[in-house]
């Protein structure tokens, strides 16, 4: 939540600005309007010879936990480069992206989540410093318990399912879970 004015520093008040329908913080020195939008995870499902690239996660939340490679998307790139780079800095991985595979909309988090489907080019990948370790898993393997997250479950479950029929979709889910505790670094700021 904004506390402060980013322009000017004052301190900000939350209310509905004339014209709009949602409380916004309102820079009363400045008149400055701040608006706070949803954040954007990217990932990829990163297959090579029938397995799936997960990582052990190094940091909060879900320490410890397996995962797709994804992070958010940083300003100025899209959505591909997002999952690229991602995949390259938790895994160490280069992928060639084949095509959107899953939306997962997290609303009380104010998060979207988007996974790209792709192929290792070369099968090579190592932890990144977000990652205690990176593994290929076929799909009896998954350790399904020791996920980190409801929509890398979702993923992983459509993305095997869509691999067995032999035609991959693209698949779009809204997933209110509310965080569990030990989770608030899964809210925004």
């Not at 014209?19 to 008149?31: F, K, L, Q």
């Not at 479950?157 to 779009?172: I, L, N, P, S």
Request: glycine share 8%; with cysteine.
């Amino acid at each position: 939540m904004i506390c402060y004015c980013p322009h000017c520093g004052h301190p900000v008040r939350h209310c509905v600005p004339a014209g709009d329908n949602r409380p916004r913080a309102v820079c009363d020195a400045c008149g400055a309007i701040h608006y706070e939008n949803p954040k954007l995870v990217l990932g990829c499902v990163a297959e090579w010879q029938g397995r799936v690239l997960l990582c052990r996660r190094a940091i909060a939340p879900r320490l410890g936990r397996w995962t797709l490679p994804a992070g958010f998307m940083e300003n100025g790139e899209s959505t591909q480069a997002a999952a690229l780079r991602e995949t390259l800095e938790e895994a160490c991985a280069q992928v060639r992206i084949e095509a959107l595979f899953a939306l997962v909309d997290i609303p009380a988090i104010s998060q979207t989540h988007l996974f790209y489907r792709g192929t290792l080019t070369d099968g090579q990948h190592a932890p990144g410093v977000e990652s205690l370790e990176t593994a290929l898993w076929r799909e009896e393997e998954i350790p399904w318990a020791e996920l980190a997250f409801p929509s890398v479950r979702f993923c992983l479950e459509r993305y095997f399912a869509d691999r067995r029929r032999g035609a991959f979709g693209t698949h779009v889910k809204c997933e209110n879970w509310p965080p569990e505790a030990g989770d608030a670094a899964l809210a925004p700021p």
